[in-house]
């Protein structure tokens, strides 16, 4: 019975979106560019939000040998503990958090 209790709450603490989602990381670039990004487990993504302008974009976790890597269109955005590369089409620019 207790194992039942025990699996039915870790069934629903698994479905809350505070447990899909980790708290948003604030980034800023070498070319002024300022972004939260917000990384998600389920799916694997990041919400990027861009200070100033307020646009959002949602990028796929995409395979990555090292770090994370989120790729959609021409944008990327891979991460490796604190920092950060922002690719948006031809312009690339290097970020810390």
């Known amino acids: 019975m ?7 709450f870790v069934a629903i603490v698994a479905a809350t979106p505070a447990a899909m989602a ?3 990381v604030h ?5 002024k ?3 939260t990004a917000t990384f998600h ?9 861009f200070a100033g ?7 796929p976790q995409a395979p990555s040998a090292d770090g994370g890597r989120y ?8 991460i490796k503990g604190r920092d950060a590369t922002l ?3 031809d312009s690339k620019t290097t970020c810390k958090s």
Do not use: I, Q
């Not at 207790?2 to 039915?8: E, P």
């Not at 980034?27 to 070319?31: E, W």
């Not at 487990?41 to 939000?49: E, F, R």
């Not at 790729?71 to 955005?77: A, I, L, P, S, Y």
């Open 2 to 8: 207790r194992l039942r209790l025990f699996v039915a």
């Open 22 to 24: 980790m708290e948003p």
């Open 27 to 31: 980034y800023v670039c070498a070319d």
């Open 33 to 35: 560019t300022e972004l």
């Open 41 to 49: 487990m389920s799916p694997s993504a990041a919400h990027l939000v």
């Open 53 to 59: 302008s307020g646009e959002t974009m949602n990028l």
């Open 71 to 78: 790729v959609k269109g021409d944008t990327e955005f891979w």
């Open 87 to 89: 690719t948006r089409g």
